[in-house]
C-alpha cells in the first residue's frame, strides 16, 4: 500500500493541495474504502490498473493529476445494492470533501467532481480528452484477453452475490447492450484503436452465455 500512497500524494501535490493536513490520511481513508470485504472486482487492483493506464497516457491528459485523483476516488464509495448512479454522485462529494480539505484550488475539486460523475454513463463529451482518458481507463479490462476479462466477469458477479442468478442474468445483460449501444467504448484515438474491437468481442461473447437458455 506504501506504493499507492506515494501516488496519490504525488498527483495531489502535482493538483495544487496546499493544505495545512497532509494528504497521507486521506489516502488511507480512501484505500480503507477500496479494500472493503464485499468487493471482488472494484478493489485495489482496479484502482492500480486504471492509475497505471492514465500514467503510461498521461500526455493524452491536460490535467493529468486531476484525473489521477478522480481515479482515486471514482469508486471510493461502492455499495453493490446501490440504485441507479448512488455511488458515483456519493463518491463524487466524497472527492468534494477530502480534495478541499487538501487546499486544492477549488476550480480542481470541481473538475474531480466532474470527471468522477462521468463514470456513471461513460459519455464523454467531444473535446473532453480528460474524461476520456479516465473512462478509458475505467472501462480497459473490457479489452483484457478473454481469460483476464472471463476472471472480472466472475469477480462482478460475486459483488452481485444477493442477487438472484435469473435476475443477474437480465441486469447484466442490460448493462453489456448499454455498452454495446455507445458508439465507441474508447474517446481516446490511440487507446480506441487498439481496445474498441477486443472490448466488444468481450462484451459480445458474454452476453450471448447469459442470454443463452440453458439446458
Do not use: K
Not at 67 to 72: S, T
Not at 92 to 120: F, H, K, N
Amino acid at each position: 500500500m506504501a506504493e499507492l500512497l506515494e501516488r496519490w500524494t504525488t498527483a495531489t501535490r502535482g493538483a495544487g493541495a496546499t493544505g495545512p493536513a497532509g494528504p497521507t490520511e486521506a489516502g488511507e481513508e480512501l484505500l480503507r474504502r477500496w479494500r472493503e470485504p464485499h468487493r471482488h472486482y472494484h478493489t485495489v487492483d482496479h484502482l492500480r490498473a486504471m492509475l497505471d493506464v492514465i500514467d503510461r497516457h498521461a500526455a493524452l491528459a491536460v490535467r493529468p493529476d486531476l484525473v489521477r485523483l478522480a481515479a482515486w476516488c471514482h469508486d471510493a464509495v461502492y455499495d453493490p445494492r446501490a440504485a441507479g448512479d448512488t455511488n458515483e454522485r456519493d463518491s463524487a462529494e466524497l472527492a468534494v470533501r477530502l480534495l478541499t480539505g487538501l487546499g486544492l484550488p477549488a476550480d480542481a475539486v470541481a473538475e474531480v467532481r466532474r470527471l468522477v460523475l462521468l463514470t456513471a454513463g461513460h459519455l464523454v463529451d467531444a473535446g473532453d480528452v480528460d474524461g476520456a482518458l479516465l473512462c478509458d481507463a475505467d472501462l480497459a479490462v473490457l479489452a483484457a484477453p478473454a481469460p483476464t476479462y472471463e476472471r472480472y466477469a466472475a469477480a462482478v458477479r460475486r459483488e452481485y452475490a444477493h442477487v438472484a442468478e435469473a435476475e443477474f442474468r437480465v441486469g447484466r445483460a442490460r448493462v453489456l447492450r448499454s455498452l454495446l449501444d455507445l458508439p465507441a467504448l474508447f474517446r481516446s484515438p490511440p487507446l480506441a484503436r487498439l481496445w474498441e474491437q477486443p472490448a466488444r468481442a468481450n462484451l459480445r461473447r458474454e452476453l450471448a452465455v447469459l442470454t443463452t437458455p440453458a439446458r
